[in-house]
């Protein structure tokens, strides 16, 4: 199975532009989960859909939100952005089952805000 | 609330010394436990996880981690260090109680740096 997929890699926005990160799963995986990394930080947790509804939810602003569609591929919308949220996104799929606690990561979308 | 915390930041060691990593978790139940392993510019990629049962589990590239209950503690461990284990290693907690989130939380990560 081809893993996680995320698009773009790489992303150089200015401050107050919105931005939107994709993120494919795993095929048959249904639940997706996005995460912010940075130095200052370390890795984050911004929020899961499964089956096109947002199961949990992190501790971010509004200006951080997110969809799936229902071929469970994701969205992951910043609006208004700040220097502050230059990061690595990083998207994750799990699965159903007796492996449902383990989420697979995509290599991530880098994001530079000037 | 879960907590992971992995007391170093990096650690230094020689190709083909052994290496331990540490990570200390804080959670009432079950814990569900799992080591990443991160290359630069990459995702995390799962070394291994530990739910219940053999309380010493083995992953992939040679890598093996103890959970010890009465310490709190999932430490990571390898007999002999390959130049391309150098990376960013993180430990995470998720929970293992039923209606858990399944969320886990990581810890800050390990800088691994391997000398030749």
């Known amino acids: 199975k081809a893993g996680v997929t995320q698009t773009p890699r790489y992303l150089i926005k200015t401050r107050g532009q919105q931005v939107t990160l994709s993120c494919s799963p795993i095929?048959?995986?249904?639940?997706v989960s996005w995460y912010q990394q940075t130095p200052g930080q370390g890795l984050q947790f911004l929020f899961e859909?499964?089956?096109?509804?947002?199961?949990n939810k992190g501790n971010f602003p509004g200006r951080f939100s997110g969809r799936q569609f229902s071929n469970s591929r994701s969205e992951m919308n910043v609006s208004t952005l700040e220097l502050g949220d230059s990061a690595l996104y990083l998207c994750a799929s799990r699965d159903r089952g007796e492996n449902k606690n383990i989420q697979y990561f995509g290599a991530g979308t880098r994001l530079s805000v000037l | 609330a879960q907590s992971v915390t992995q007391p170093d930041i990096h650690i230094t060691v020689s190709e083909g010394a052994s290496l331990e990593l540490r990570c200390n978790y804080s959670?009432?139940?079950?814990?569900?436990l799992f080591w990443y392993v991160q290359s630069p510019g990459q995702g995390l990629q799962l070394l291994l996880k530990?739910?219940?049962?053999?309380?010493l589990v083995q992953g992939i590239k040679g890598f093996e981690a103890e959970f010890k209950r009465s310490q709190s503690s999932f430490n990571l461990r390898k007999p002999s260090v390959h130049w391309s284990d150098a990376a960013e290693y993180f430990c995470a907690v998720a929970s293992g109680a039923s209606g858990g989130s399944y969320i886990p939380t990581f810890g800050r990560g390990t800088s691994l740096i391997v000398h030749p």
């Open positions: 095929s048959g995986h249904r639940s």
């Open positions: 959670y009432g139940a079950t814990p569900y």
């Open positions: 530990y739910f219940s049962g053999d309380t």
């Open positions: 859909y499964f089956s096109e509804t947002q199961r």
